[in-house]
């Protein structure tokens, strides 16, 4: 050994560096990607590829898309032309809302967010209150968005664009959760009738595409209702879109309750909590963290299948896109218009995914190995 | 035997559980067989026997955790039937610990002892806090307050267990093998726990394979095989001189060891 080798106590050696040719860029690239002859073979080939793609989008949506300009004629550089968006941009966002009136679905969205925000997140100050709020908002949502009361009425045929697919979403979001979770209780309960009402339903609905709830809901359930009663159309959408995730929605829970081992029920039972205080205290916070992932699922699912309402005659965003594809305007922009929803889609569908991921990393208590 | 003298009987003449003529069947098997036993308060029984003779199923009837299906229990003059009154007011006044400890994996050690206090005793919460870390302190883990259940060992989950018993402040505990999932140095610290707390008095029943435990604080011991008490005893007179052939048996196997 060398004579200049020092001592240290243990645990107080200091750092080495990293033996060289083993840190930095080049040597990453090196281990990575170019360790072999056929690894370069692959690195290259891959490069080659992603080039021709990404470049290909890239034109495609910035360097060779149209911005500015009135009219078709104007896009001439061979990319996208996103005039279409631009001029029906308002129809996008709040379908046929009266323009005047747009100020309504903003402040509606604006405290949306305020509502949500608490429900999401419960290290936020003074949450008890904003709850309250949260509780209150559907009802002030609803008062804002539809009017009356010195307001001016909006019917829900005018309602359309984003601001209809996030009613939709939002609503069938909300109530499917509640819903669901008494079904799958239901369907766990040693009451019969209870059981076998749970089942039939669930069954039912899951034995359906939405596509047949939403007709029914809005053609033939006016057949079986008596006369002069009828209910809002966007509302029977609602309620069928509900219904149906929260089918969806009690299966996914019912896996979380089957999770729970038999030994936190007889625990809870011990110590002499009542069914509903070892469901609500006990077993739920438990089973529902175990199906987040299955939970999220269902309402990314959900939030798209709003998209299915264009059929019943609702402009949602592909509802008010189909309109804009069809306008002689704007003649064959379909890949324009069908980008620019994606993006707006995945936009909220990306945000769950990861709100998703970032809950159960907090809910993690160490008690899974 | 020289730790007899540590047994100190806080034995009384009321009774507290009593058990007449019970029977309980699963489908065609029958698990218990015409059980009759009455346990004093304060008294601290052993109940032994060899996997699959009842005695689990014995104590997890007397909270209702199992159904009898013919026979009487009566707890604390509360008689046992499918009145859910009844089995709330006995499982208010019967704590209970578990093989596996059956502790909430999502709140934390304090959060899991003020529960049913709060919840069931409508106790304020900073009371149940209060009694909550008297009795981590009693089973010497009041530093682990704030973690979760996972982070603890075994040995300290079942004393969380205990503790989270007693703050509901029964009447008579349930043990059913409360050392079998543990490790022989675990096993140590959780029955000197349930000594000290045979030593205030405790109406105790406690399905275990501790023999030295049997022997240190038990008022009786019985020994169960096929679904039938076959016999029950002092511990000294239980151990040196048991009467049934099964008894012998039974005991030559485990204390062979």
Redesign the interface.
Known sequence: MSVTEQQYAPGEHPDLPPPLGEAGLIAWFKKRLFSSVGNTILTLVAVFFLYHVLSAIIFWTLTGATFTGETKADCDLGGACWLVIGDRFHQFMYGLYPTDQYWRPNLTFILMVVAIVPVLFDNIPHRGKFLLFSAIFPFIAFYLLSGGWGLETVDTDEWGGLLLTLVLGVTGIVASLPIGIVLALGRRSNMPIVRTLCVCFIEFIRGVPLITILFMASNMLPLFLPEGVNFDKLLRALIGVALFSSAYMAEVIRGGLQAIPKGQYEGADAMGLSYWQSMRLIILPQALRIVIPGIVNTFIGLYKDTTLVSIIGLFDLIGIGLVAVADVKWRGLAPETYAFIALLFFISCFAMSRYSLWLENKLHTGHKR | MSNASTNTSKKTDEVAIQLNGVHKWYGQFHVLKNINLNVQRGERIVICGPSGSGKSTLIRCI???EEHQQGDIIVDNIELTGNLKNI?AI??E???C?Q?F?????LSVLENCT??PI??RKMPKKEAEEIAMHYLERVKIPDQAAK????LSGGQQQRVAIA??LC?NPRIMLFDEPTSALDPEMIAEVLDTMIELAETGMTMLCVTHEMGFARKVADRVIFMDGGEIIEQNEPEEFFNNPQSERTQKFLSQILAH
């Open positions: 909270n209702r955790l709330d499982r208010r019967v704590g209970m578990f596996h059956n502790l909430f994996p999502h529960l049913a919840w069931v979760f259940p996972g982070q989270r018993s509901m």
